[in-house]
C-alpha cells in the first residue's frame, strides 16, 4: 500500500514513573528529515527516537514532540547554595553599613535570585526511560501511519484514474494517426495534379515520398513506450512501499515520450489530445510528490 507522506500521530502512555505524549505530523521532503522537541534533561531521547522513527518512516519532514510528566516529581529537591548565600549576604551587609540603609537583610532579597538556590534532579534511569519513551512512540507511530496509508489510497486511486485515461488517449492517437498518413497522400496527389494540370505523374515518387512523411510522424514507438512506462507507474503503485522516487522518475519518462508525440503530431486533433494527456500528467506528478 502507498502512503502519503502528510499524518498525525498522537499517543500517551506510562512508563519508569513518567507520563509521556508524544505527537508527530509531517510534510512533504524529498528525503527523511527529523526534529524532536524535548524537555530539558531528557534530550539524551533524540537520537534513540530518531532512528526508532525512520525504521518505519522513509521519507518526509517529520516533527516529533514530546512531553514527560514526573507526577509530583519526588526526584527534584532545591538545595541552598551556602557558598553563594554566604557572599551575597556578605555584599548586602556592606553595602547597608556603607549607606546607613536601615532593617538589615530580609528573605525579601533574595526573591527571584535563582543562583540562591540550586536543582537537584536525582540521577535519570535512562535504559527504563528510553524503553518507555520509545514504546508510546511506537504507538503514535502507528497511528500516524495508518493516516499516511489513507490518504496514500486517495492519491493511489486518483492517480490510477489518471492513468486509464491517458491510456484511452493513447488509443485515439494510434488509431488517427494512419489516418494522417493518408491524408497527406491524398493531399499530395491533388497538388501535384494541379499543378501537372491532368498530366501522368510518378505514382512511385508519390509512394516514396509518403513512406518518408510516414517515417516522420510514426508514433508507434512513444505509444509503445507510453503504454510501458504507464504499466510500471501502476505496478509499483500496486507494490507499495517507498516508491515516490520511482515514480517521480517514470512520470519525467512519460512526459518525454508525449513530448515527442507532440512533435511528430500532423493532426489537430492528435495535437490536442497530447495536450490533454500532458495535462493529465502534470496532475499526476503533482499528486505523486505527496507519495512516500
Known amino acids: 500500500m502507498v502512503r502519503s507522506m502528510t499524518g498525525f500521530g498522537r499517543a500517551q502512555g506510562s512508563g519508569a514513573g513518567l507520563t509521556f505524549t508524544v505527537e508527530l505530523k509531517s510534510v512533504n521532503s524529498r528525503y527523511f528529515e527529523f526534529n524532536c522537541r524535548l524537555p530539558r534533561g531528557y534530550l539524551f531521547l533524540e537520537d534513540k527516537l530518531k532512528a526508532y522513527t525512520a525504521e518505519r518512516v522513509s521519507r518526509g519532514k517529520v516533527e516529533m514532540y514530546v512531553t514527560i510528566d514526573s507526577g509530583e516529581d519526588n526526584n527534584i529537591s532545591v538545595e541552598l547554595n551556602e557558598a553563594y548565600a554566604n557572599a551575597y549576604i556578605k555584599a548586602l551587609n556592606t553595602l547597608a553599613k556603607e549607606y546607613k540603609i536601615k532593617g538589615g537583610v530580609k528573605a525579601a532579597d533574595f526573591i527571584g535570585n535563582s543562583d540562591m538556590?540550586?536543582?537537584?534532579?536525582?540521577?535519570?534511569?535512562?535504559?527504563?526511560?528510553?524503553?518507555?519513551?520509545?514504546?508510546?512512540?511506537?504507538?503514535?507511530?502507528?497511528?500516524?501511519?495508518?493516516?499516511?496509508?489513507?490518504?496514500?489510497?486517495?492519491?493511489?486511486?486518483?492517480?490510477?484514474?489518471?492513468?486509464?485515461?491517458?491510456?484511452?488517449?493513447?488509443?485515439?492517437?494510434?488509431?488517427?494517426?494512419p489516418e494522417t498518413v493518408a491524408?497527406?497522400?491524398?493531399?499530395?496527389?491533388?497538388?501535384?495534379?494541379?499543378?501537372?494540370?491532368?498530366?501522368?505523374?510518378?505514382?512511385?515518387?508519390?509512394?516514396?515520398?509518403?513512406?518518408?512523411?510516414?517515417?516522420?510522424?510514426?508514433?508507434?514507438?512513444?505509444?509503445?513506450?507510453?503504454?510501458?512506462?504507464?504499466?510500471?507507474?501502476?505496478?509499483?503503485?500496486?507494490?507499495?512501499?517507498?516508491?515516490?522516487?520511482?515514480?517521480?522518475?517514470?512520470?519525467?519518462?512519460?512526459?518525454?515520450?508525449?513530448n515527442t508525440i507532440g512533435s511528430k503530431a500532423q493532426n489537430?486533433?492528435?495535437?490536442?489530445?497530447?495536450?490533454d494527456i500532458k495535462s493529465e500528467i502534470e496532475k499526476i506528478r503533482e499528486q505523486i510528490q505527496n507519495i512516500e
Open 117 to 177: 538556590f540550586k536543582i537537584v534532579r536525582s540521577q535519570i534511569d535512562e535504559q527504563a526511560v528510553t524503553a518507555a519513551a520509545l514504546e508510546v512512540a511506537g504507538q503514535a507511530i502507528d497511528k500516524f501511519i495508518a493516516m499516511r496509508e489513507v490518504e496514500g489510497q486517495k492519491l493511489f486511486s486518483d492517480v490510477v484514474a489518471r492513468t486509464e485515461d491517458i491510456l484511452q488517449k493513447v488509443e485515439f492517437i494510434e488509431g488517427k494517426a
Open 268 to 275: 489537430l486533433e492528435i495535437a490536442g489530445t497530447v495536450v
Open 183 to 258: 491524408a497527406y497522400r491524398q493531399r499530395l496527389e491533388a497538388k501535384i495534379k494541379e499543378l501537372l494540370e491532368g498530366a501522368s505523374y510518378d505514382e512511385a515518387r508519390v509512394i516514396t515520398e509518403t513512406a518518408i512523411f510516414a517515417d516522420k510522424v510514426a508514433v508507434d514507438e512513444e505509444t509503445v513506450r507510453l503504454r510501458s512506462h504507464i504499466g510500471q507507474l501502476t505496478g509499483l503503485l500496486n507494490e507499495g512501499g517507498a516508491v515516490g522516487r520511482k515514480l517521480d522518475f517514470i512520470v519525467q519518462e512519460m512526459n518525454r515520450e508525449t
